[in-house]
């Protein structure tokens, strides 16, 4: 399975930004899908989470500002950011995994076997 994420760039604060991360090969009847990000010198953080039934689950960092969609016809799972801050500024990685429970989300970033490559988000103050 191939993750390819997309979406990065540079944003003023308070600007919004979509990622969106697409699968491809073999790809999963049903799946849980997730965002991680990883700022400079910290660690890898989790940032939201849905399951293949459309539960959501969010970082308190981010809720309310960010909302994670899936589309699973095109297995492919987006991330809308809006209300950008300079502490949003990180590589933002797409993660999947196989699950049979549609409806489980997926928090711990060792729950993921599938992982894209990051998407850097810049958000100048």
């Known amino acids: 399975v191939q993750l390819q994420a997309s979406g990065g760039g540079l944003v003023q604060a308070g600007g919004s930004l979509r990622l969106s991360c697409a699968a491809s090969?073999?790809?999963?009847?049903?799946?849980?899908m997730g965002w991680f990000r990883q700022a400079p010198g910290k660690e890898r953080e989790f940032v939201a989470a849905?399951?293949?039934?459309?539960?959501?689950y969010y970082a308190d960092s981010v809720k309310g500002r960010f909302t994670i969609s899936i589309d699973n016809a095109k297995n492919t799972v987006y991330l809308q950011m809006n209300s950008l801050n300079p502490e949003d500024a990180a590589v933002y990685s797409c993660?999947?995994?196989?699950?049979?429970?549609?409806?489980?989300?997926?928090?711990?970033?060792?729950?993921?076997?599938?992982w894209g490559q990051g998407t850097k988000v810049t958000v100048s103050s």
């Open positions: 993660a999947a995994a196989d699950t049979r429970d549609i409806a489980r989300i997926l928090i711990s970033s060792y729950e993921y076997p599938y």
């Open positions: 849905i399951s293949w039934s459309g539960n959501t």
């Open positions: 090969g073999r790809t999963f009847s049903t799946y849980a």
